[in-house]
Nanobody
Framework: QLQLVESGGGLVQPGGSLRLSCAAS????????IGWFRQAPGKEREGVSC????????NYADSVKGRFTISRDNAKNTVYLQMNSLKLEDTAIYYC?????????????????WGQGTQVTVSS
């Protein structure tokens, strides 16, 4: 079973930056499309970004376009989400997910594996 581990969350002021990491053990992430999702209190889990299995295609939710960047480093078996110009409304638990379906967007229904999540809090 693929195990995903997110890290990099924390408390940051509005306008600040964080880089989230999604790492896997025992399996190569390069075999999957990877998505980042987030869930704020009282809200449904929503898709934030996706990178295709080959890394040639990415997509972003409108709310994060121009601020977030997804990338993958197959040598490190890790996918990153660089988050800049953070806003209060970016506060949520962020999850990465892996899918056998190779393309983006990565729908929740297509996710085959999920990480445990990492908390991102944007507050002044």
């Amino acid at each position: 079973q693929l195990q995903l581990v997110e890290s990099g969350g924390g408390l940051v002021q509005p306008g600040g930056s964080l880089r989230l990491s999604c790492a896997a053990s025992r399996f190569t992430l390069g075999a999957y499309a990877i998505g980042w999702f987030r869930q704020a209190p009282g809200k449904e889990r929503e898709g934030v970004s996706c990178i295709s299995r080959g890394g040639g295609s990415t997509n972003y939710a409108d709310s994060v376009k121009g601020r977030f960047t997804i990338s993958r480093d197959n040598a490190k078996n890790t996918v990153y989400l660089q988050m800049n110009s953070l806003k209060l409304e970016d506060t949520a638990i962020y999850y990465c997910a892996a899918s056998f379906f190779p393309s983006c967007p990565l729908l929740k229904s297509r996710a085959d594996y999920w990480g445990q999540g990492t908390q991102v809090t944007v507050s002044s």
